[in-house]
């Protein structure tokens, strides 16, 4: 069965320091990947998404993810995170050719000024 | 991406009584997906809304419990029946764009007591 690992529940950074999420996923073929923030309170934002071409994908915010098929991973990161990005980061895989997304546990990032 | 409102925000029930959440799109979509995110869990699938047929359900989700409808391509319901405090979660629609991703409400924060 298909499964997403963040294997990190908490990160604490400081402002203005780099950041790397990590996101692990279990599938025999090469699945679609998501990023997703979501603030306090707040429903969940797409931040970039993988299907094919170029393994390394620019999304909104400054972020950039990394497809590593022999790894297995989808790695998020930032090179210099702000305050504002404190908030919960959820890794999603979808088998192509379904709509099903499956949802890492998350990560929750908090940032020091 | 189109724009998802959600309503209510969000609501206090008394156990045993029953709510209804709306979603509402700001253009036609195909796919409509209904998720449960427990406090502190990441999300979970309830069912697939689509309109003009019966909504499709997840294992551990049934239809008298979470009774979904689907009258256009615009709009989807979503009702949580027979309330415990269990069912305090938020509950998030989403709807999948051609870009092929999915786009989230803001979610439905419900509380049981």
């Known amino acids: 069965a298909q499964s997403v690992t963040q294997p990190d529940i908490h990160i604490t950074v400081s402002e203005g320091a780099s950041l790397e999420l990590r996101c692990n996923y279990s599938?025999?073929?090469?699945?679609?990947l998501f990023w997703y923030v979501q603030s306090p309170g707040q429903g969940l934002q797409l931040l970039l998404k993988?299907?094919?071409?170029?393994?390394l994908v620019q999304g909104i915010k400054g972020f950039e993810a990394e497809f590593k098929r022999s790894q297995s991973s989808f790695n998020l990161r930032k090179p210099s995170v702000h305050w504002s990005d404190a908030a919960e980061y959820f890794c999603?895989?979808?088998?192509?050719?379904?709509?099903?997304?499956?949802f890492g546990t998350g990560t929750r990032l908090k940032v020091l000024a | 991406s189109a724009v998802i409102s959600q309503k209510p925000s969000r609501d206090i029930c008394q156990r045993g009584t029953s709510l209804t959440i709306q979603c509402q799109v700001d253009s036609q979509v195909t796919m409509m997906f209904w998720y449960r995110q427990q406090p502190g869990q990441s999300l979970t699938l309830i069912a697939t809304?689509?309109?003009?047929?019966?909504?499709?359900?997840e294992s551990g989700f049934v239809i008298d419990k979470f009774p979904i409808s689907r009258p256009n391509l615009t709009f989807s319901t979503l009702t949580v029946s027979n309330m415990s405090p269990e069912d305090s979660s938020i509950y998030l629609c989403?709807?999948?764009?051609?870009?092929?991703?999915?786009?989230f409400g803001p979610g439905t924060r419900l509380l049981v007591l």
């Open positions: 993988y299907f094919s071409g170029d393994t």
């Open positions: 999603a895989v979808v088998t192509s050719g379904t709509y099903k997304y499956i």
């Open positions: 809304a689509n309109q003009g047929s019966e909504a499709t359900y």
């Open positions: 599938y025999g073929a090469t699945p679609y």
């Open positions: 989403s709807v999948e764009e051609t870009d092929g991703a999915q786009y």
